[in-house]
């Protein structure tokens, strides 16, 4: 952003904006006004216990990253994924709001073919929102064909990231619950699991409708509730179907899932 620009539009915007909080359709009039002033692809939040003991949650991804694929990518991320990722190690050592870029070195190949090639993601800022239990992570992405960000554009989000977060964060509150996966992620799951052609045919019943659980991102204890077996049969149906899948976890579930949908 220019130094010597007219703010009184800026404030203005930012105005009408901070109106829409609560409301539908803010997440779009957000990413819409973020772009404004510097180009981003995507943005997703979650919400991290500073002792992992909680785990992870996603709690909003918008802009124009395939909402199907971003869902996918966010559950096996809160599943497992946040525990490898190094932002959030960053992110603890922090008590307040900061703007961070890490270098391709600090992400592992294994991370980065999960959570960026994917998703044809080639760059990410994050804004860090700390409390003294939580992490919010409010992260910016680029995909191929816009390029990375230049340091020009780490200055502009350096000044606007920490403010659409803290109004991403407050829409959250006022809204009083985080969005839901959509209905058409939630569909694909379910035709990807029940397809008798795909590798999940090789599954019973039981073991795809836990599977299909796991995949919409249910902990194993829900399951249970919900089917109302005991989390020792969860565990079990989950031990055997992996054995059938050749696969040990459930980020190796969400790769499986990736690829049979790609």
Known sequence: MQ???????????????????????????????LNDYVTVDSCAVFKVSVDK????????????????LADLLAQDYVSNGFKNDPMV???????????RRLSDSHYSQSYRSQYFRKAKLIDKITSIHASRNVLFLVSFY???????????????????????????????????????LSDA???????????????????????RDICKFI???????????ELNVTLNTIVTHR???????????????????????N
Do not use: M
């Open 142 to 180: 680029r995909i191929e064909g816009q390029g990375r960000f230049t340091t020009e554009d780490f200055g502009d989000l350096e000044r606007l990231a920490p403010i659409i977060g803290r109004f991403v964060l407050r829409h959250l509150r006022l809204s009083q619950s985080k969005p839901n």
């Open 215 to 225: 995949l919409l991102g249910h902990q194993e204890k829900d399951i249970a509730k």
């Open 3 to 33: 130094e010597n620009v007219n703010w009184r539009p800026f404030a203005e915007r930012l105005t009408a904006l901070a109106k829409t909080e609560g409301h539908d359709r803010f997440l779009d009039q957000a990413f819409s006004f």
């Open 89 to 99: 190690q960053t992110a603890l050592l922090s008590n307040k709001v900061r703007v």
């Open 53 to 68: 003991t909680s785990g992870a949650e996603h709690l909003c991804t918008f802009g124009r990253l395939d909402p199907n």
């Open 239 to 261: 031990r055997r179907f992996y054995a059938k899948l050749n696969i040990s976890a459930k980020s190796e579930l969400f790769q499986l899932a990736l690829i049979s949908q």
């Open 185 to 207: 992620y939630e569909q694909t799951i379910t035709e990807l699991v029940e397809d008798n052609t795909q590798i999940f045919s090789r599954l019973s019943n039981k073991e």
